[in-house]
């Protein structure tokens, strides 16, 4: 009941967030211009920023083992997911990015902190870093094949990755946990204001794709539940499937684990595809629908989970 809640709640807060954008767009105080700079503000400098705050917790030996164990099962779930979304949705570049990527920031962190409680939040720092990463990587890589650009080479892609902001806050965030420097308060204040910016630039983002989009069509169109269905109920049933069969892994990390597998379509997969001049209005719907089905899909997941863990 208290997940339920919490989804809810998250839902209503997404909503009232994307009402803002979509009516700033129908007021005309805001251009597509600008929205693409809102973009540029989220993946160059509130997401590292909330990479970065993911790693600044106490560097205990459980903490390390932890963040070894948690990433490297992630990287498996994230995986996992590829080939879901791949096999589900086909050559769909959009429905692929959005097939593969959840959301385990804004509706993954409140979920496992009201299941399994906020110390349980640092079990899904790998899975939040490489994400994103893979988001920076794979997600635009898709994108730019579907727009006829050329593949980049291997040293190209190295490049990007070694440069991308995503990778250079995860080392920056790896670096401040082993080393555990005392941060000046200006430091750790900045840090979190500019994570804060995350979750409501987003979903203003969201708003105004969504004033440009008809909801008929978004509603009509089969495309946005076959993204649906691999991101929120094919995607989540294999990861509980694996999640049960890995040894010495404690409850807590399981289900955390499995709240960010079982998320809806991340926000961002509209952000790359504004920046890589993709079909963000479609985009745009597989986030939408997705999270209005997730209402049902995360807390039967979850319940299912518990029948076979507990």
């Known amino acids: 009941m208290q997940m339920s809640i919490v989804l809810a709640k998250q839902v209503l807060v997404m909503f009232v967030l994307v009402g803002v954008g979509y009516a700033m767009f129908r007021a005309h105080k805001i251009s597509m211009e600008g929205n693409r700079v ?116 291997p040293r190209q892609v190295l490049r990007d990755v070694a440069t991308a902001p995503f990778m250079i806050a995860s080392l920056v965030g790896v670096a401040l946990f082993c080393t555990q420097p005392p941060l000046p308060d200006v430091v750790t204040t900045c840090l979190d204001d500019v994570a804060a910016l995350n979750t409501p630039l987003a979903m203003f983002m969201i708003g105004v794709y969504l004033a440009q989009t008809d909801v008929r069509r978004m509603l009509a169109r089969v495309a946005n539940y076959r993204v649906a269905l691999a991101r929120i109920v094919v995607s989540p049933l294999f990861s509980l499937a694996l999640l049960s069969v890995i040894p010495g892994m404690p409850y807590q990390m399981r289900m955390a684990l ?51 863990w507990l």
Not at 111 to 123: M, P
Not at 277 to 295: N, R
């Open 38 to 153: 809102i973009g540029n503000v989220l993946i160059y400098l509130s997401l590292p920023a909330v990479i970065i705050k993911s790693f600044m917790i106490e560097r205990t030996p459980e903490h390390a083992l932890a963040l070894v164990m948690g990433t490297a099962v992630a990287l498996v779930l994230l995986v996992l997911a590829a080939v879901v979304a791949r096999v589900v949705c086909g050559r769909d570049a959009i429905g692929n990015f959005a097939g593969t990527f959840s959301n385990p920031s804004f509706f993954g962190i409140p979920l496992v902190v009201a299941t399994v409680g906020a110390k349980s939040v640092f079990y899904n720092v790998g899975f939040i870093a490489l994400m994103n990463i893979g988001q920076w990587t794979y997600g635009v890589s898709l994108l730019t094949h579907q727009n006829g650009e050329p593949s980049p080479t």
């Open 258 to 308: 499995l709240i960010a597998a079982a998320c809806p379509v991340g926000a961002n997969v509209a952000v790359y595809a504004q920046l890589h001049d993709a079909d963000y209005a479609y985009a745009v719907e597989t986030v939408v629908v997705s999270v209005l089905l997730s209402i049902v899909t995360v807390p039967l997941v979850v319940g299912l989970a518990n029948l076979v």
